[in-house]
């Protein structure tokens, strides 16, 4: 995970439209938000405009404040970004000429450029709708939305379960870690044995998380005689989604698609001309 | 927190083809361990999925310093096997992964498929396919527990980082000849913290409930399947990275052959000669050079972000 990512997993409490809206319904325009961007050639930056507005309308219906939504999308894993760069230095195509150096000339693909510009476009504007749903989404309601769609009942519970216990077990793993680091074990680089240090650290750690992983093993116990005190049959109580969509619902998702597919369209017409 | 894991890939680096395909492969093998599970599993243990699924998401936050603001901590695969067997383990990651992006959007939706495939598929059927062997040929001594609690940890998170890169390169995204020995060359690095931490924790486990790791009734279903899966996973991309990266037309070929390509210009790999590599003309020593640079540039830039951190995380 990258550094901060755990600030992005709250839910935003508020009453705008996209909070009231039906968690299915989020769900299908999520996907194709995502689809639809995933379709887009490169180079076809009228269309990311347009999506991006269309996006920005969604920031602000949610009525959050902005600042926070975006922040949350920039808190980028920085090493698969690294993986990109060659691609500057492939030859096909036109190169850009770049001398830095006296005698040595850089060269830059410019369609290397291109794509990656692009690439990193669509990957922000896909992480930034993926945040701005969850935001507006608990995880029970996008649970129950899958459940509806046809996630198995197994896959429900365990994703159930996990959820209920998460956030207490990475208290317990955070706190482990603060003991860890009053008893002034935490990283001493300039030590005089760098890789006993190394292999020292890594068996503290790893003593941390098999008591983390035992602590939970006897927790599950617990879990499970409470279950069962409380009469658990094999299913799971809670907001169940059985009522069918209405038309407007359906409608809604319907024109979400077709605005999908004209983007596609534009895309591609504009590539071509 | 930090991690230098590039293994969850974005939404947008994977093209809709190799993405969609994943997705396919990853849900049948999911449905299979659930049906496994489902038998295998009692409603007794059922809590002990889903509550082990949260410990080992939470245990991703246990780390240690290496040097130079890098890191070391867990994926978790290896551990999951070792603790319930392979099937159950199937499901602990799948939920790690689905709510990693799902909730923190740590890895992306289209991609999600192509995430589990690395890491709940690939990942828990390499650490299985160890993890039996050794027991096969070693027994039961407490060092072959341990030797196998690393091995399972460092080979688990390698080759699950040579699918990953192969992923990046089938769909244009990088380069063949670059991604896989910069990707596989990290993680073989970052491999070895998964390694002790694996080793650690079961060392621990091993002292304090030795009955964890007795039982040979925990396996009641067979589990050949994960077993042969983690043999030709191992093997093929043990061979074929290699492969890839010396001849990265020939993959270009094939992608373009099926399609994967996220786009349809011709994009051959012609690495501009004078600038990258000038002067070497050994394909294979320029292949390794390309990733010991790839490796230090990352190293680099990941010091640099770390140091930083640290610095405004002081002040």
Redo the contacts between chains.
């Keep these: 995970m990258p550094a901060g990512a755990f600030q992005r997993a709250s839910y935003l409490p508020g009453g705008s439209a996209l909070h009231r809206c039906d968690a299915r319904v989020k769900l299908a325009l999520l996907s194709t938000f995502l689809l639809t961007i995933a379709l887009l050639p490169i180079g076809a930056w009228v269309v990311y405009a347009l999506i991006g507005g269309l996006l920005l309308a969604g920031l602000l219906i949610s009525e959050l404040p902005l600042a926070v939504l975006c922040k949350r999308s920039l808190i980028l894993e920085i090493p698969i970004i690294l993986v990109l760069l060659p691609q500057l230095f492939i030859k096909n195509g036109d190169s850009l000429e770049l001398a830095i150096f006296p005698y040595h000339h850089v060269y830059l693909s410019v369609m290397g450029l291109e794509r990656i510009v692009s690439l990193l476009i669509r990957s922000w504007l896909s992480l930034q709708g993926a945040v701005l749903i969850t935001s507006v989404t608990r995880f029970e309601d996008l649970l129950a939305a899958m459940r509806a769609c046809g996630l198995p009942h197994l896959m429900t519970v365990i994703f159930g379960l996990m959820w209920r216990y998460l956030f207490i077990l990475i208290g317990e793993a955070s706190r482990m870690n603060q003991a860890r680091a009053s008893r002034s074990a935490a990283g001493q680089s300039g030590a005089a044995r760098p890789l006993g240090l190394i292999i020292w650290n890594a068996r503290v750690t790893g003593g941390m998380a098999g008591a983390l992983l035992l602590r939970s093993l006897e927790r599950s116990e617990r879990i499970h005689q409470a279950m069962q005190a409380r009469g658990y049959d094999g299913h799971l109580r809670g907001s169940s989604m059985e009522e069918p969509l209405t038309a407007k619902q359906k409608g809604l998702t319907l024109l979400f698609v077709l605005t999908g597919f004209l983007l596609l369209f534009i895309a591609y017409g504009w590539k071509m001309r | ?6 293994m ?6 994977l093209s ?1 083809a190799v ?1 969609g395909i994943l997705w396919l492969v990853s849900l049948v093998f ?2 299979i361990a ?1 049906k496994k ?2 038998k295998e599993i009692d ?2 243990r ?23 603001g890098t890191s ?3 994926l978790g695969a290896a ?1 999951a096997v070792l ?1 319930v067997g392979p099937w159950p383990a199937v ?1 602990i990651m ?2 790690v992964v ?3 992006a ?5 890895g ?3 991609t999600l498929g192509a995430n589990l495939f690395n890491m709940a598929v690939v990942g828990v059927a390499v650490a299985y396919f160890v993890s039996s062997l050794f027991r096969r040929w070693f027994g039961r001594q407490r060092w072959a527990a341990l030797l196998t609690a690393f091995t399972a940890g460092w080979l688990s998170i390698f080759i699950a980082s040579l699918a990953a890169a192969l992923e ?1 390169a089938f769909s244009g ?3 063949a000849n ?2 896989i020995p ?2 596989g060359g ?1 993680h073989a690095l970052i491999g070895i ?1 998964e390694g ?10 091993m002292a ?2 030795p009955q ?1 790791f007795d039982q040979t009734s925990k396996e009641k279903v067979k589990s050949s399947l994960v077993w042969i899966a983690g043999l030709i996973f191992t093997v093929i991309l043990l061979v074929f990275s290699p492969l890839a990266s010396s001849k990265p037309d020939g993959l270009e070929w094939v992608a373009e052959k099926l399609g994967f390509l ?2 349809a ?8 000669p ?3 590599l000038p002067g070497i003309q050994n394909e294979a020593l320029a292949t390794i050079m390309a990733g010991v640079i ?1 490796v230090i ?2 190293i680099a ?2 010091t640099l ?1 770390t140091r930083r ?1 640290k610095a405004a995380s002081q002040s």
């Design positions: 927190m930090k991690s230098p894991v590039p969850h890939i974005p939404d947008g680096f809709i993405a999911i449905f659930l599970a489902g409603e007794s059922l809590p002990l999925v889903g509550v082990l699924a949260a410990a080992i998401f939470a245990g991703q936050m246990l780390n240690f310093a290496v040097s130079g070391g901590h867990l551990l603790l499901l799948t939920s689905v709510v990693q799902l909730v923190f959007q740590d992306g939706i289209l990046l995204t990088s380069p670059i991604a910069a990707m990290i913290g002790l931490i694996t080793l650690g924790a079961v060392s621990l486990l304090s409930k964890l996220i786009m210009q011709d994009a051959s790999y012609h690495i501009i004078d600038y990258v790839g540039i990352v830039v990941v972000l951190n």
